[in-house]
């Protein structure tokens, strides 16, 4: 009788830890437009936003209750969670580079800034090995011209400067990434106006732990990109995002010394990409706006893309009739993801900071790929939990997909189905019937566990959660 107690609680916990894999929060007033900036998952299991507007910081809870905010002067970008469980955030203040660290609570320990010669604005800070901070900024900006210095700024663990490092007329800095040897790569772009027209070109510094130039690259194989966001790829190699002229997405793939490989653009849908982060596997996840014919304001944009810039998968979310746009990504402790940017109209005080949550998958609740319907799709799992094999019902030719919680596919693929798939008889008249039967019956090599069931059909989409328990 114990035993069969703690098989039931054991039940009961991994239902309720994947029931809530997804969501959708808001945060904001009619007074101002509010933005979302940046996000990271907190050692609490929590979330801290960087946004703009009401609030500076947004401190949430797992499911993303606010617990504090706060409400600050100037802009914060980026941050980081010390090892102490305090948080490190740069961004600008009073036109200077701003370092502020705060305590969990949200109350300020420290605030330093750093003066450049005016406009000056921190992108980027990152931890270094001895606990001090890296800041990666942009001093003396003009935006009309597009002159500006990439500014580094090396710290104590106070805050208190090291030293500086400058390079003069570069343009502006928008991300830096840590290298797998130790230093450091910093992104931005340039803007060049002597010439009509105009041009706009990505540009990256790699620079060693003294802030020493190793090699400065500057891209100009398309006239008008504006670089987001730069992951680190399993060469070594980089991955950069961004949008070529106004509304069209681009990647543009480099070795480990800076150098061009190839370079991509997206001109099926007009879209934005503003972050990108590694996936493994050599595969990268990618957010950012798209505007599809239905929905052309724009929504929030959620891809997985290969190597080969395939599109794995990808996921639209937005709130009601507003539109939204996609500005930061990061993976979550369930191998799910937090994407932060803002939803409404910016310029009318209507936009409001928009925080989704998803599951490995891209998914929360029931995700929007039909704009403006909710989902006319269904699939049942039974039984669930199940030891051998379990009965799928979807709609007739449906796409049916099983993956992991690492968002890897488990079941290759034969003639457009799963091959460790047999398909039962429909139920009732074969041919009439709008739904079908697959029983999934998972092969030794497949461990007990929670698993993510997808059911494609044209463009909809839906994704049940099954537990294998062997």
């Not at 150098?259 to 990409?273: C, I, R």
């Not at 190597?307 to 191998?335: A, E, F, K, M």
């Not at 019956?441 to 044209?458: C, F, M, N, W």
Request: glycine share 10%.
């Amino acid at each position: 009788m114990i035993k069969c107690k703690i098989h039931i609680v054991f039940l009961l916990f991994v239902f309720i830890s994947v029931t809530f894999a997804g969501w959708e929060r808001t945060y904001g007033t009619s007074e101002v437009d509010d933005v979302g900036w940046s996000v990271i998952q907190t050692n609490d299991g929590g979330y801290l936003i960087a946004a703009k507007g009401t609030y500076t910081l947004i401190k949430t809870d797992s499911l993303g209750e606010i617990i504090w905010t706060r409400s600050d002067e100037g802009r914060s970008h980026l941050f980081v969670q010390t090892p102490d469980c305090d948080y490190v955030f740069t961004g600008c203040k009073d036109n200077d580079v701003l370092l502020m660290k705060i305590d969990e609570f949200g109350d300020s320990l420290w605030l330093r800034t750093y003066e450049g010669g005016g406009n000056d604005d921190g992108a980027s800070v990152m931890q270094t090995s001895d606990g001090g901070f890296i800041i990666a900024g942009t001093a003396d900006y003009d935006s009309y011209t597009g002159d500006g210095d990439v500014f580094i700024i090396r710290t104590d663990s106070l805050g208190y400067t090291l030293w500086t490092k400058r390079y003069e007329g570069q343009g502006k800095v928008t991300s830096m990434l840590k290298t797998t040897d130790s230093g450091f790569v910093i992104l931005g772009s340039r803007l060049i106006v002597e010439d009509v027209p105009e041009y706009l070109y990505p540009f990256l510094i790699k620079i060693n732990e003294m802030g020493d130039s190793l090699w400065l690259k500057v891209y100009t194989e398309r006239d008008w990109v504006s670089s987001s966001s730069i992951a680190q790829a399993d060469d070594s190699g980089y991955v950069i995002v961004g949008t070529e002229g106004i509304l069209c997405g681009y990647i543009l793939y480099i070795d480990s010394e800076g150098n061009a490989l190839w370079d991509t653009v997206y001109y099926d849908n007009p879209v934005v990409f503003s972050s990108i982060i590694t996936a493994g596997e050599d595969c990268f996840y990618i957010a950012g706006t798209i505007m599809l014919f239905e929905r052309p304001r724009g929504d929030v944009y959620l891809c997985k893309i290969d190597c080969d810039v395939n599109i794995l998968w990808d996921n639209i979310y937005y709130q009601g009739d507003n539109p939204g746009n996609g500005h930061y990504v990061s993976r979550t402790n369930d191998d799910g993801f937090i994407i932060t940017g803002f939803t409404g109209y910016i310029g009318s005080i209507d936009s409001d900071v928009y925080l989704i949550k998803t599951d490995s998958l891209g998914d929360i609740d029931w995700v929007k790929d039909i704009p403006t319907k909710p989902q006319k799709i269904s699939i049942n799992v039974s039984p669930n939990p199940f030891n051998s094999s379990c009965a799928i019902t979807a709609p007739s030719g449906a796409t049916i997909e099983i993956y992991d919680l690492n968002g890897r596919l488990i079941t290759p693929y034969s003639d457009g189905k799963p091959s460790s798939f047999v398909q039962k008889l429909n139920k009732g008249d074969s041919e009439r019937s709008e739904q079908g039967v697959y029983i999934w019956q998972p092969d030794e090599t497949i461990s007990s566990g929670v698993y993510l069931i997808r059911a494609t059909k044209e463009v909809e989409t839906i994704t049940k959660r099954v537990i294998l328990m062997k």
